[in-house]
């Protein structure tokens, strides 16, 4: 038994391991299945200035433990501290971790005893209150409370208690898709037989709707299940990745048969239905024949009245219906929260920004002239046709719409290429266009402006668009992160939704948008973080001011329903109107190259008149700031002035220490380099950023230590190695001298092994660090005054 000052000298780890985990298993927890230590919650989010990025690793999440019902059902947080805090000194972390995982049980401890709130006391119980160590409350009890919390007492317990799919690889659900799966489950266990669940795009919304049928179908809640899209690639996607457990009881509806013989479903509503009775195959089997049918992308077609999903979900309307949004429709005449309920869990992208899993951006906003001035023609003018052209003024809605000003094309695709060209000219990029025919002339003007780029190779850039067999062939393609062509892909509509481009780094909006529903798809097409391939954000360039909606209140609010019908009117929102409606065409195909006139003028000139590049803030707001800026506000936020930033450097035993802190903040040494020298040594660049100090570079510093006759006070060969290590900071900075294995380098080497350095010239390791620190010290003298 340890006595109070020995207990007081243990780390929080020590503490964990002696006092805490034994006291949870003592009260009946299962240590592998129940008790989970030091949980990952969020990364941190990714902060993104100029063309570098960083993770501000200080605002990742982690629980000292999570306790579980069983692993797929989180029911407490415990925040651990070492025997020199407080008990309760951990409280109101394990209150946000309890409220990020929705669970009604928070504790912290110090190894003493436990602080307890219970979110939902019976009466006569305290909210918060002491625990002795050896009366942690039992997992039944704790589950007990959970199911109280959530209404969950009169449910079906096997129901919510089946686990999930487990694969054996260690992957599983986020938290925010756990969330998901079990509060669809515990609403299905409830009764409830129309779920909307909304998780922004790029967040695994089909792994999640897989781990929710999984549990379903393995409680015996669902035994025949449909699972509903209305694009090709979503089906195939689905069934040969995250639904690929179900291989054998799993099949995709084609030849117009729905076969008995399978449980699991897979189709497109255009496989199920059509114009004329006959095409109509989802009555060949009975109205009871579906247990549960998911609608994925449940926004563009289920939330209109006459949509043929809606007759496909009335027709199976005593199956449990679960329908999925990253952009729930709530318009004066099109609601799915109307037809689905109010979600049930909602996972937004400004959530999925801040906590790091979903990829931030920055705006690159161009005005161009033409589109802002607006374009009177002169009398009698003509198009290239020898069409006359209507006397107006044309601006920017009516730009490759109505009007096609030919030299405006070229100015977009050369300011495209211009930025790929800085950056990496094989970023895979989405061009958005008015149309098939605005698709296929950017797609030339790109040809023109990539040069070499496009004639190396044909597939450079592609037309991916409806009509074009030839570029939804390449679709597969541009969405493999292992292909490099095609490196863009011109379209107006069909790669707004159900396209999986992990490694989309350039959205470019050349297109009027007026619908906040498709401007949010258009933006989830990058916001996908993939690690690998080191795609951190991703970078909007907006030529029809389409990210004015980002200022939208409802960008990332919670739907409503706003449909009010007058005294004539009919109770459900009538058909949608808004021309831009993904509903139409059963999930927005791309419009077609006839139809509206337009006129096209080759010889008019155009120039850009404005451009501003923001980023997003703390607070989801777009700014415009650079990373030097943002360095800034960093490092002051941690030193409260220039002398305790050079204070503090001092007194540091390693530098390496301070950068590594700075570095969870986001603050990365290499991204300053890039604006302001690689020269200057890593104190004088955060010297020189944060308080506007002159810097010196490194081979300054290290000369002004050699004029000093620094070295006369250690002998020749003590000398030598000083020199060296003095040399190598001024090549490579103050990390490497700080690292004892420069010792196995040149030309250190050549004076002895490191163990021959540091115990014989310097007479054991004590003295080689000293001998450090007095280097250290001397590099940064002028700096302590």
């Known amino acids: 038994m340890l006595t109070k000052e020995e207990k007081k000298k243990l780390s929080e780890s020590d ?78 972390q394990a209150l946000g971790y309890a409220e990020i995982l929705e669970v009604p049980s928070a504790y912290s401890t110090n190894g003493d005893a436990f602080e307890e709130h219970n979110n939902c006391p019976l009466a006569g119980e305290l909210i918060e209150q002491t625990i002795q160590m050896d009366n942690f409350p039992t997992p039944e009890a704790l589950w007990e409370r959970y199911k109280r919390d959530m209404g969950l007492e009169n449910t079906r317990q096997d129901l919510i208690s089946e686990p999930y799919f487990s694969d054996g690889s260690g992957k599983e659900p986020r938290y925010y898709q756990a969330e998901a799966i079990n509060r669809t489950v515990e609403a299905i266990s409830k009764g409830q037989n129309r779920v909307l669940l909304v998780m922004a795009t790029g967040t695994g919304k089909t792994y999640t709707t897989f781990q929710i049928i999984w549990r379903l179908w393995q409680a015996g809640a669902a035994k025949r299940i449909l699972f509903l899209a209305d694009r090709n690639i979503l089906v195939d996607q689905t069934l040969v990745n995250d639904f690929k457990p179900f291989s054998g009881k799993m099949k995709k509806i084609s030849g117009r048969e729905i076969d008995p013989a399978y449980e699991i479903h897979l189709g497109l509503y255009q496989a199920l239905t059509g114009t004329e009775e006959k095409d109509k195959i989802f009555k060949t089997v009975s109205p009871d024949f579906f247990d549960l049918i998911v609608v994925d992308e449940c926004h563009r077609g289920s939330a209109a009245e006459d949509a043929a999903w809606r007759e496909i979900l009335e027709y199976f309307n005593s199956a449990t219906q679960i329908g999925l949004t990253a952009t729930p429709k709530e318009t004066r005449f099109v609601s799915n929260s109307t037809y689905f309920g109010k979600a049930v869990y909602t996972y937004s992208l400004k959530q999925g920004i801040e906590d790091g899993f979903l990829a931030p951006y920055k705006v690159v906003r161009i005005d161009i002239d033409k589109d802002i001035e607006g374009w ?17 003024k044309y601006n920017q ?97 069909l790669l707004t939704t159900g396209v999986d481009a992990k490694t989309c780094k350039l959205i470019v909006i050349d297109r009027t948008v ?26 909007i360039m907006d030529f029809k001011k389409a990210t004015e909606l980002f200022k939208d209140p409802k960008f990332d609010g919670d739907p409503v329903v706003i449909y009010q019908p007058e005294d004539d009117d009919p ?159 001024a090549d490579e900075g103050i990390q490497a001298i700080e690292d004892a294995r420069v010792l196995r380098m040149h030309p250190f080497n050549e004076i002895g092994s490191p163990v021959e350095i540091i115990k014989g010239v310097f007479g054991g390791k004590v003295n080689y660090e000293e001998a450090i620190r007095d280097l250290e010290e001397e590099l940064y003298r002028q700096a302590s005054g």
């Open 15 to 92: 503490i964990c391991d002696l006092y805490i985990t034994p006291a949870i298993k003592n009260s009946g927890w299962d240590p592998y299945k129940q008790i989970r230590r030091e949980v990952t919650l969020t990364p941190g989010p990714i902060i993104v200035r100029g063309n570098v990025s960083s993770r501000n690793s200080k605002k990742k999440k982690y629980a000292d433990y999570v306790l579980y019902w069983q692993l797929s059902q989180p029911i407490a947080v415990v925040e651990a501290k070492d025997n020199n805090h407080e008990p309760g000194q951990g409280m109101q």
């Open 376 to 392: 009177n023609p002169p009398p009698g003018a003509v198009d290239d046709l020898g069409e006359e052209i209507e006397e107006r």
């Open 397 to 493: 809605k009516d730009m490759d719409r109505i009007l096609v000003l030919n030299k405006r094309t070229t100015l977009v695709a050369e300011r495209v290429m211009k930025l790929l060209k800085a950056t990496d000219p094989f970023s895979k990029t989405i061009i958005f266009c008015e149309d098939i025919d605005h698709a296929e002339r950017m797609r030339r003007a790109i040809v023109n402006a990539a040069g070499k780029l496009a004639l190396d190779n044909p597939k450079y850039v592609m037309r991916i668009t409806g009509d074009s067999p030839e570029g939804k062939a390449e679709l597969d393609n541009f969405i493999d992160p292992e292909s490099k062509f095609p490196v863009i892909a011109t379209t107006s509509k």
């Open 514 to 539: 007026c619908s906040l529903s498709i401007f949010k798809q258009m933006i989830g097409r990058g916001t996908r973080v993939d690690e690998e391939h080191g795609k951190y954000y991703f970078t």
């Open 571 to 729: 109770p459900e929102p009538p058909d949608p109107e808004d021309p831009e409606d993904d509903g139409e065409g059963g999930g927005g195909g791309d419009p077609p190259l006839g139809g509206i006139k337009k006129f096209r003028v080759s010889g008019v000139d155009v120039n850009i008149i404005a451009e501003r590049v923001s980023y997003l803030d703390p607070d989801g707001e777009l700014i415009t700031e650079s990373y030097k800026d943002f360095a800034k506000k960093q490092v002051q936020n941690e030193f409260s002035s220039l002398n305790d930033f050079i204070n503090r450097w001092n007194e540091a035993d390693k530098k390496a220490v301070i950068i590594a802190e700075l570095e969870e903040c986001g603050v990365l040494l290499e991204n300053l380099e890039q604006e302001v020298g690689k020269d200057f040594g890593d104190f004088d660049l955060l010297l020189h950023v944060a308080y506007d100090q002159p810097p010196l570079t490194r081979a300054e510093r290290a000369n002004n230590v050699k004029k000093r006759d620094y070295f006369t006070k250690y002998g020749e060969q003590a000398r030598k190695v000083l020199a060296a290590l003095l040399d190598k900071y």
